[in-house]
């Protein structure tokens, strides 16, 4: 059977996150959905990452086994023609080799989350940045991110739910630098995370940037390897898988990759 790697981007607020759930309609679903009003079959759909209800994706991997042998263009365009009533679009589909696992292939992972600073509240991008009205001091953030790189225990920074058999993880970028307009943007490049890490992340930052925190509260708080000494954990709105690596691929930028200016705004229909 032919396997096929998706490219998706979605606005998370109608879903209740990527992966199938009881509780309400998610991202897979949704695409599994159009896959079989596409070929009649039933097919399923395995993603590079499963983000949370309320996280956004510009650049989310997924590969699913067809039977028969379309182009990446008819795929492609025949999922956006059954998805134009969800807030998913599939940017590419493209044939890979069986040995091709969206997520066991991936060798690094990238996210934004996207801060709005300023004292208005956002109307436009609400749910799509985290609105923080209190001035952050960008610059104090990223030198305190910098004390997170390299290969940690990241237990202070994860969900009392992640279900990783360990906590070290490898964190090979994690930048803070103003982005267009009020937003900070908060850069995090590893193979993979825990759950809840970026967001954990982001409001301990958070706390340094509005002079709550030092960068030895940070480290303090890294090396304690207790949850209760996390900053508050930020909330999904901001957070957007933008990119997924793959041996074999080549990528020309990276600073700049995966900035957003804005989400479609659009309605939720499901929870």
């Known amino acids: 059977m032919p396997r096929f790697k998706l490219t998706v981007e979605y606005?998370?607020?109608?879903?209740?996150?990527?992966?199938?759930?009881?509780?309400?309609?998610?991202?897979?679903e949704a695409i599994e959905i159009a896959l079989q009003a596409f070929t009649g079959e039933a097919v399923t759909l395995f993603g590079a990452g499963r983000t949370d209800a309320g996280v956004h994706a510009s650049g989310?991997?997924?590969?699913?086994?067809?039977?028969r042998d379309w182009t990446g263009d008819t795929v492609r365009d025949?999922?956006?023609?059954?998805?134009?009533?969800?807030?998913?679009?599939i940017l590419s589909a493209e044939p890979v080799p069986d040995s091709f696992d969206a997520r066991f292939s991936a060798r690094k992972?990238?996210?934004?989350?996207?801060?709005?600073?300023?004292?208005?509240?956002?109307?436009l991008l609400a749910?799509?940045?985290?609105?923080?009205?209190?001035?952050?001091?960008?610059?104090?953030?990223?030198?305190?991110a910098k004390r997170l790189l390299g290969t940690h225990d990241f237990n202070t920074f994860r969900s009392a739910h992640c279900q990783a058999k360990s906590p070290v993880r490898t964190l090979e970028r994690l930048d803070v630098v103003r982005g267009p307009g009020d937003e900070v943007h908060i850069?995090?490049?590893?193979?993979?995370?825990?759950?809840?890490?970026?967001?954990?992340?982001?409001?301990?930052?958070?706390?340094?940037?509005?002079?709550?925190?030092?960068?030895?509260?940070?480290v303090a708080a890294l090396q304690s390897r207790d949850r209760k000494r996390c900053g508050p954990v930020a909330p999904p709105d901001g957070l957007y898988l933008t990119r997924v690596d793959y041996t074999g691929e080549r990528r020309l930028s990276l600073p700049g990759d995966g900035q957003i200016s804005s989400m479609p705004v659009t309605s939720p229909t499901a929870a």
């Open 127 to 144: 749910g799509q940045v985290w609105w923080v009205w209190k001035p952050l001091d960008v610059e104090a953030m990223d030198k305190a």
């Open 109 to 123: 992972r990238h996210y934004l989350y996207r801060i709005f600073n300023r004292r208005p509240p956002p109307a």
């Open 187 to 218: 850069h995090a490049s590893a193979q993979s995370f825990l759950h809840n890490q970026i967001r954990s992340f982001a409001g301990s930052l958070k706390l340094i940037g509005e002079a709550r925190w030092s960068e030895d509260d940070l």
């Open 60 to 67: 989310q991997v997924a590969h699913c086994d067809l039977s």
């Open 78 to 89: 025949a999922l956006n023609a059954h998805l134009r009533e969800e807030s998913v679009s």
């Open 11 to 28: 606005d998370g607020r109608p879903y209740c996150g990527w992966q199938r759930q009881a509780n309400g309609l998610s991202v897979q």
